[in-house]
T-cell receptor, first 113, second 114 residues
Framework: SAVISQKPSRDICQRGTSLTIQCQVD?????MFWYRQQPGQSLTLIAT?????????ESGFVIDKFPISRPNLTFSTLTVSNMSPEDSSIYLC??????????FGQGTRLTVV | AQSVTQPDIHITVSEGASLELRCNYSYGATPYLFWYVQSPGQGLQLLLK??????LVQGIKGFEAEFKRSQSSFNLRKPSVHWSDAAEYFC????????????FGTGTLLAVQP
């Protein structure tokens, strides 16, 4: 299994500002995934981050709004840009295990006011 | 479109009672099936998974799930629920390969009455 640490665990931000969420994994992985969980909803994949290449975004998510960095095989960041109250969600980082299961960080609970 | 359905949004059971949470997936070859639990303020923890073989799989915390291909179902069960099982449960599926996109159901919120 993989141990994933996310920072910050929660934050309250003003609309129009940006927040960068960090994700650290205890082992080297090829792909890292970022999910959004809106209040009372399920998880939606935002993008897949590969080291050394541009992130791949899912339909409905764009790089200008959710820029992602992947500087090495154990670390990634997701930035939520120009935030509005609609961006209030839990953001989760994930990696795949050897058995096709996914492991998740504890999430970042974002409230935009 | 490939999807996962969890028909029950909320379920309340008494402590000590049995539990079954339903999950149905849309038809697809070689589904990889998972159940996750999310406790308040926490990330997701894997309870169990099914790829092939014995259709009754055992997981952590006393949970089990049964894969029924004919019904496209992968229901989660526990014979005796504990108060600490109160959480949200998500069924998830990968279609067509172990590295394909993970698709989540909408979740079932479990409440446990004393």
């Amino acid at each position: 299994s993989a141990v994933i640490s996310q920072k910050p665990s929660r934050d309250i931000c003003q609309r129009g500002t940006s927040l960068t969420i960090q994700c650290q994994v205890d082992s080297q992985v090829t792909m890292m995934f970022w999910y959004r969980q809106q209040p009372g909803q399920s998880l939606t994949l935002i993008a897949t981050a590969n080291q050394g290449s541009e992130a791949t975004y899912e339909s409905g998510f764009v790089i200008d709004k959710f820029p992602i960095s992947r500087p090495n095989l154990t670390f990634s960041t997701l930035t939520v840009s120009n935030m509005s109250p609609e961006d209030s969600s839990i953001y989760l980082c994930s990696v795949d295990g050897l058995g096709a299961e996914a492991f998740f960080g504890q999430g970042t609970r974002l409230t935009v006011v | 479109a490939q999807s996962v359905t969890q028909p029950d949004i909320h379920i309340t059971v008494s402590e000590g009672a049995s539990l079954e949470l339903r999950c149905n997936y849309s038809y697809g070859a070689t589904p990889y099936l998972f159940w996750y639990v999310q406790s308040p303020g926490q990330g997701l923890q894997l309870l169990l998974k099914y790829f092939s073989g014995d259709t009754l799989v055992q997981g952590i915390k006393g949970f089990e799930a049964e894969f029924k291909r004919s019904q496209s179902s992968f229901n989660l069960r526990k014979p005796s629920v504990h108060w600490s099982d109160a959480a949200e449960y998500f069924c998830a599926v990968r279609y067509g390969g172990a590295t394909n996109k993970l698709i989540f159901g909408t979740g079932t919120l479990l409440a446990v009455q004393p």
